[in-house]
Nanobody
Framework: QVQLVESGGGLVQAGGSLRLSCAAS????????MSWFRQAPGKERLFVAA????????YYADSVKGRFTISRDNSKNTVGLQMDSLTPEDTAVYYC????????????????WGQGTQVTVSS
């Protein structure tokens, strides 16, 4: 079993930055693909960013490309999401997720989830 706990969410003005962190415990996630998803009220859960188990490859949704950066530290069992140039459209609950095997942009394919952290961007 893997437990994921997100932190770092909050309220920020448009144009600002936040850094989310996801700490894993239980089974190591060093061999798992890790991703961030987000879900706005009344909307479906959407892919944001992903990183391969080695950290050598990263993937981003078009809406965040160039503004968000995903990273991981396998020695600490953590994954981060640096979010810059935030806009009100980035407002959502952000979830960390892990899966065995290759990266997927489909949330249903993930095995483990955190409880989510709220990010609110004011205009």
């Amino acid at each position: 079993q893997v437990q994921l706990v997100e932190s770092g969410g909050g309220l920020v003005q448009a144009g600002g930055s936040l850094r989310l962190s996801c700490a894993a415990s239980g089974r190591t996630v060093s061999a798992m693909s890790m991703s961030w998803f987000r879900q706005a009220p009344g909307k479906e859960r959407l892919f944001v960013a992903a990183v391969t188990w080695s950290g050598s490859s990263t993937y981003y949704a078009d809406s965040v490309k160039g503004r968000f950066t995903i990273s991981r530290d396998n020695s600490k069992n953590t994954v981060g999401l640096q979010m810059d140039s935030l806009t009100p459209e980035d407002t959502a609950v952000y979830y960390c997720a892990a899966k065995v095997g290759s990266i997927s942009r489909h949330w249903r394919q993930y095995d483990y989830w955190g409880q989510g952290t709220q990010v609110t961007v004011s205009s």
